[in-house]
């Protein structure tokens, strides 16, 4: 089964975000999808915006490419800090990380 069919996605567009109070700074989003994850120099992880720069509002959050799809599900699935939230765009559902069913 592949990833998107395991998050029942088909297709439907998915964004990312963070909640840095519950990051550990372990990195380990940013080894999985770096194109997607970085630590910023506060030792906490952010998603990156299209331009690559960090948005470090609260809940900001970032589209997930298709390609980075599976990169980004394992990094919400290995997180210690169980602090990535993967959700759909249209309904706000979570299909990855603390909040997915």
């Known amino acids: ?5 395991e998050a029942g996605v ?3 567009d998915l964004e990312v975000w963070i909640d840095q109070d519950l990051c550990t700074g372990d990195g380990i989003c940013a080894q999985y ?3 997607v994850f970085e630590l910023d120099i506060d ?3 952010y998603v990156k915006g299209s331009d690559d ?16 799809l599976r990169d980004v599900a394992d990094s919400a699935k290995e997180c210690p800090g169980e602090c990535i939230h993967v959700r759909r765009v249209s ?7 603390p909040d997915a069913e």
């Open 1 to 5: 089964m592949s990833v998107q069919q």
């Open 10 to 12: 088909g297709g439907e």
């Open 33 to 35: 999808a770096p194109e």
């Open 43 to 45: 030792g906490l992880a």
């Open 53 to 68: 720069e960090l948005l470090q509002a609260p809940g900001a959050t970032t589209p997930v490419p298709l390609t980075l």
């Open 91 to 97: 309904d706000k559902a979570a299909v990855y990380g």
